[in-house]
């Protein structure tokens, strides 16, 4: 069992910032892979960041140059930076975590989200 839990969510004025963290816990072999999702109200969820385990990230064109995302392998940890923020950041974001379990299976879990609520 794997478990994803998101923190540091919030409330904060446009241009402000905010510092989300991700932590996977359980019987853990490796993760290959972690990302942050958001899905904003009537919107599709959407991949926002994602780091590998060797550090390559990816971000959608939206949060380039205001979003930094980074991980601490030895924590199983993922942060996410983010500046500059705009109402249209506002959404609840998702953690993701891939990898596999102590006994070599498969997983993808995500967390259960944690709401960002940026004001104009």
């Known amino acids: 069992q794997v478990q994803v839990v998101e923190s540091g969510g919030g409330l904060v004025q446009a241009g402000g910032s905010l510092r989300l963290s991700c932590a996977a816990s359980?019987?853990?072999?490796?993760?290959?892979?972690m990302g942050w999702y958001r899905q904003a109200p009537g919107k599709q969820r959407e991949l926002v960041a994602r780091?590998?385990?060797?550090?390559?990230?990816n971000y959608v064109d939206a949060v380039k140059g205001r979003f930094t995302i980074s991980r601490d392998n030895a924590k199983n940890t993922v942060y996410l930076q983010m500046t500059s923020l705009k109402p249209e950041d506002t959404a609840v974001y998702y953690c993701?975590?891939?990898?596999?379990?102590?006994?070599?299976?498969?997983?993808?879990?995500r967390g259960q989200g944690t709401q960002v609520t940026v004001s104009s």
């Open positions: 780091i590998t385990s060797v550090g390559s990230t």
């Open positions: 993701n975590a891939q990898g596999l379990t102590s006994l070599h299976y498969n997983f993808d879990y």
């Open positions: 359980g019987s853990i072999f490796v993760i290959n892979a």
